[in-house]
């Protein structure tokens, strides 16, 4: 038998396997550690495994060129790649390493099921994804959109970087931004709504004093205003169930297609509300992480003059 060169990095014979595995012996960021493992690969390449979800740390897909590898860690290369593609019309994931998962939810589709509403959502479509990897695994909700807003959402993969994360999301996540449509113009080009929230089950209600309710703060900023409508940016320092919907409706000004809150009107045949926006510290590196999407097309369209 051939002896090699000890370089810190071991690989692991492992007949007729499904992956190529790596035993990690030192601290390395992944795209170091790759580089040195399969000779002469260019950084291109190794993102482009990355892209394609071929790389796993430990059993879980790792998209994260600069993830920290630590003593014991365990890399696979997988050769099948179509065992680990995601392919869903309503999800695109973004992001995913072995403590979250960040995706693109479009319009229709719950985040999570409700004691009322039984139907598939994105926890559940996710679930079944990663128990592909694993059935032991599972993911967990941070936060939610309602169903007809689309937009960066983020999962954790586990319950202790779910607790994290609930438990310090102000400190974790520090922009947090959405994109509406609202009917008629706008009055101010910027401002703040502050009210305090009530969930009615049916529907929310808004009290400018303090009533029992959630306290909330909306900040807005308009971007355009044409054809009766106006494009607006919305950043959230609370994030209380509809509160862009029901502040918007406070001033008079409906998002389009909300017809639970005011509007009389859906020429876009859906909410005019997406979350375009997410940028947080990791739960568990700290490295900053940001998400933007552009805005809708549709969105766009509305308001051409």
């Not at 007729?16 to 390449?45: C, H, Q, W």
């Not at 979350?275 to 809708?296: S, V």
Request: aromatic share 10%; hydrophobic share 35%.
């Amino acid at each position: 038998m051939n002896k090699r060169k000890n370089t810190g990095y071991n690989r692991m014979p492992h007949a007729a396997s499904r992956y190529t595995i790596y035993n990690v012996t030192e601290p390395m960021e992944l795209m170091d550690f790759l580089m040195k493992k399969m000779a002469g690969i260019s950084r291109t390449r190794v993102k482009a495994l990355l892209t394609n979800r071929v790389v796993l740390v430990d059993n879980n897909i790792q998209t994260q060129y600069n993830f920290p590898l630590l003593r014991g860690m365990k890399v696979q290369i997988s050769k099948e790649k179509h065992k680990h593609e995601f392919r869903h019309p309503m999800l695109k994931i973004l992001y995913e390493d072995a403590y979250i998962i960040v995706v693109e939810k479009k319009e229709g589709l719950l985040s999570v099921a409700s004691e009322h509403q039984k139907e598939r959502t994105a926890q559940h479509i996710l679930t079944e994804y990663v128990k592909r990897q694993n059935r032991n695994n599972r993911v967990f909700v941070v936060h939610r959109l309602d169903r007809e807003t689309s937009g960066v959402m983020m999962f954790a993969k586990d319950e202790k970087t779910q607790h994290n994360l609930r438990d310090n999301w102000h400190d974790i996540v520090f922009d947090r931004r959405y994109v509406a449509l609202v009917m008629g113009d706008m009055e101010k080009d910027q401002g703040t709504v502050e009210s305090w929230l009530t969930d009615r089950k049916l529907y929310v209600s808004s009290s400018p004093y303090d009533d029992g309710g959630k306290y909330s703060v909306t900040h807005y900023r308009t971007i355009k205003r044409a054809n009766g409508f106006s494009m607006i940016e919305l950043q959230l320092e609370t994030g209380r169930k509809n509160q862009i919907r029901v502040h918007m409706q406070s001033l008079g000004h409906p998002v389009v297609g909300d017809m639970r809150y005011g509007c009389e009107t859906d020429p876009l045949r859906r909410l005019a509300l997406h979350a375009f926006k997410l940028c947080f510290y990791h739960p568990i590196t700290g490295e900053t992480m940001n998400f933007e999407l552009p805005y809708p097309m549709p969105f766009r369209s509305l308001m051409q003059r």
